[in-house]
């Protein structure tokens, strides 16, 4: 995940329909929380309100770890969120606060399934892969892995990510960050050659 293709992602979902401002929002939320497809269902209009006002989200786990974990935004993220401003606006416009923000196009009070939502993002994004020249394989898993990469590259703590992940043990995180490391190596060693 770079910035190069958040923008590529962000430019191909324009249009002034719903589903536009829907996938670009979706597209905004997962790559500055990190958080699973069925963790962004539930949220609500109030919830986006706090992430703009607040530069915070409260995210109810789906698996293991605190079931409500807040999430800050860092000063890069909080310019992504200010920058899908219009996007945002465009859904409070539409619906109540206690609106659920992921709905059915014809029926806002209907929550999209994990199905719906994960079958149009994946999509999306193997459709704009295929422009890259680099054609990555990017699925909706990519913004947490995209996520973990970033925390990791801030933190250095393993721990750290473990929890904010909520991994249930530090093997599986220990796993991420040694694939992370060996990408980085690679990538060092190929710039040299």
Not at 88 to 105: A, C, G
């Amino acid at each position: 995940m770079t910035a190069e293709i958040y923008k590529k992602w962000l430019q191909a979902a324009e249009g002034p329909a719903y589903i536009h401002v829907r996938l670009k929002i979706a597209i905004c939320l997962l790559t500055i929380t990190g958080i699973r497809i069925n963790e962004l269902l539930p949220l609500k209009l109030y919830e986006l309100q706090t992430l703009i006002e607040e530069g915070w989200i409260a995210i109810d786990r789906s698996k293991r770890g605190p079931t409500n974990h807040k999430t800050f935004l860092t000063k890069e993220e909080k310019k992504l969120v200010k920058d899908r401003q219009k996007d945002f606006q465009f859904i409070f416009l539409m619906k109540e606060s206690d609106s659920y923000v992921f709905t059915n196009e014809s029926n806002y009070s209907k929550i999209l399934t994990r199905e719906t939502i994960t079958k149009a993002l994946n999509l999306f994004t193997r459709t704009v892969s295929e422009e890259i020249s680099s054609k990555p394989n990017i699925t909706s898993h990519s913004f947490r892995i995209g996520y973990i990469t970033q925390l990791w590259k801030d933190s250095k703590d393993t721990e750290f990510v473990k929890q904010t992940i909520s991994h249930r043990n530090l093997h599986t995180t220990s796993a991420y960050i040694k694939k992370l490391s060996d990408q980085e190596r690679q990538k060092r060693i190929e710039q040299l050659e």
